[in-house]
């Protein structure tokens, strides 16, 4: 499957999880009635089993909706099953909850409450990051367990939202201690300090802010991080179409993971995406 055939415009009228993929890539554009969806799951080059990436895109009344990308730790089997159950416990939670004129702050928390003790008992060691969107009623708030992430982009590149990783070398980052770039490369940006499958999990919960008309949602688990820089990310999602800024995205990640310029950073890993833009 080629990267193009994979980006089809599809009509999306309904919640859907996205996991699991057999081919390496896999990727679709969607119309929904909140706006354009892109999700994006690839598996690490030259991996045989499941990814253990998942996506969850949850369709609300009135055009609202929640986002959420989940990457599973713990061996193959075990972080596939992870943010499966993560993404499926939300799923699950919303669709019990039915419409709310208020917002969907407690269902999204105890879906992740009931997830984290779901990927306890499986009593493997397994684990997942989980980064939330919930897009209701013109804005935007973001939930994350550990270094998913979640970016608010405007048009003129603008970042307006962007969570902090649950990791040693995201916060030195934050304090100042290390710049961009010598994050990116760091030995130990891998090691997370919170993560669904935790006893002592920990939800961060972002300030709400109004997105404007062209502002650009990304969710990715750290195989995007990992690999492109921010500023990169920043200028290919901004503006312009949304289908071809994923596909720039996407052959760019490609490119980096394979290794052939040493210049930039390259670390194989799954990779899950969603871009959104409102309508």
Not at 50 to 69: M, Q, T
Not at 118 to 140: F, N, P
Not at 207 to 230: C, E, P, Q, Y
């Amino acid at each position: 499957m080629t990267t193009q055939r994979a980006m089809q415009f599809l009509e999306l009228s309904e919640s859907r999880i996205f996991a699991r993929y057999e081919s390496d890539i896999a990727g679709e554009f969607y119309a929904a009635a909140s706006g354009n969806i892109v999700t994006y799951l690839k598996k690490a080059p030259g991996k045989s089993s499941d990814i253990e990436d998942s996506l969850g895109v949850y369709l609300l009344d009135k055009g609202d909706c929640v986002l959420a990308v989940a990457d599973g730790m713990g061996g193959a089997a075990c972080g596939t099953e992870a943010s499966r159950i993560a993404v499926q416990a939300l799923m699950d939670a919303i669709t019990a909850s039915g419409h709310s004129e208020t917002g969907y702050r407690e269902t999204i928390l105890t879906a992740l409450e009931t997830a984290n003790q779901a990927v306890l008992g499986l009593g493997v060691g397994a684990g997942t990051t989980v980064a939330i969107a919930e897009i209701s009623q013109g804005g935007i708030r973001p939930y994350h367990v550990g270094d998913s992430e979640v970016l608010v982009v405007g048009q003129r590149g603008k970042v307006k939202l962007q969570t902090i990783s649950h990791s040693p070398v995201s916060y030195a980052v934050e304090a100042g201690m290390l710049d961009e770039q010598e994050a990116i490369h760091h030995d130990e940006r891998h090691l997370i300090s919170n993560y669904l499958g935790a006893g002592d999990m920990r939800i961060e919960i972002g300030s709400g802010i109004k997105l404007a008309r062209h502002d650009t949602v990304l969710l990715s688990s750290d195989g995007l991080f990992d690999n492109l820089h921010l500023e990169e990310i920043i200028e290919i999602i901004r503006k312009g179409n949304l289908r071809n800024a994923a596909t720039q995205l996407i052959t760019l990640l490609n490119e980096r993971m394979s290794g052939t310029n040493s210049k930039y950073p390259s670390k194989p890993d799954d990779a899950g995406f969603i871009l959104y833009r409102g309508s």
